[in-house]
């Protein structure tokens, strides 16, 4: 059944407006009518079972049929910073991880970054991020639609490194401690936490200096490696949420 994500506001009591994009890929693409039924979230706290009530030039309006339980999302909160890779391999990462399980996203700019910054270009980048992960949510039937949050400098990315509850830098150079050895404890220990936050640092294509793996350490990050193979910048992520997930329990039995 299609999902879509509207904002509170427009989440009522007893019905819901969807409009924009949403509402045009309702009346042309599904070609809906009244009756057909999808599900609409606000993304924050409320989801529920409608159906299409009318459609009007650019807006559908759905009846609420029930509500539904928000049981979609894991109990850990995945925030990917990725140093922003080249071309539109950022997209495929928020598109992916978003798909996994993350719950955040967090660009930076890291010593070997290739890509140009520049700021005048940055609002429309970030736009699209943000739809994509919208679609990505809905296509995977999220209960809300992760955060993409504007780049960061490497700086700025290591002072929030104590907002969270572990933090894993992944590094290629790293020989000792693997991503499973180092969450396996931690998660044991978490016992029915439902809150803990995860930051999982991925480096550009040319990866990370030594520098900036002695400045991640200092800040309090844990560096770890993914394994014997060298994965692409845009796989990294995708394989730690996935590891992390899979070792919280959200990849096994309901």
């Given at each position: 059944m299609q999902r879509y994500f509207v904002s509170p506001e427009n989440f009522g009591e007893d019905s819901v407006t969807i409009g924009g994009e949403d509402a045009r890929h309702i009346a042309r693409v599904m070609r809906g009518k009244a009756g057909d039924k999808l599900i609409v979230s606000d993304g924050v706290s409320r989801e529920a079972l409608a159906e299409i009530a009318s459609i009007g030039e650019g807006i559908v309006t759905v009846s609420i049929i029930e509500n539904m339980p928000m049981t979609q999302e894991a109990r850990v909160k995945i925030?990917?910073?990725q140093s922003?890779?080249?071309?539109?391999?950022?997209?495929?990462?928020?598109q992916k991880c978003t798909e996994i399980g993350a719950a955040s996203f967090q660009?930076?700019?890291?010593?070997?970054?290739i890509v140009q910054y520049d700021e005048r270009k940055e609002s429309k980048r970030l736009d699209r991020?943000?739809?994509?992960?919208?679609e990505a949510a809905e296509q995977a039937h999220r209960n809300i639609v992760p955060e993409v949050a504007a780049p960061q400098t490497w700086k700025q990315l290591l002072k929030s490194v104590d907002r969270y509850d572990a933090v894993y830098f992944c590094y290629e150079k790293e020989e000792g401690l693997?991503?499973?050895s180092a969450v396996a404890p931690w998660a044991a220990q978490l016992g029915d936490a439902s809150k803990a936050s995860v930051l999982v640092i991925v480096g550009p294509e040319g990866g990370f200096s030594e520098g900036e793996c002695g400045e991640a350490e200092a800040a309090g990050a844990?560096?770890?490696?993914?394994?014997?193979?060298?994965?692409?910048?845009?796989?990294?992520g995708m394989v730690a949420a996935a590891c992390i997930l899979y070792e919280t329990g959200e990849m096994g039995e309901a």
């Open positions: 925030t990917v910073a922003l890779p080249k071309g539109d391999k950022m997209e495929i990462v928020i660009p930076f700019l890291s010593e070997r970054t991020w943000r739809k994509i992960a919208k693997q991503l499973r844990v560096s770890v490696g993914l394994g014997k193979r060298i994965l692409r910048c845009e796989t990294a």
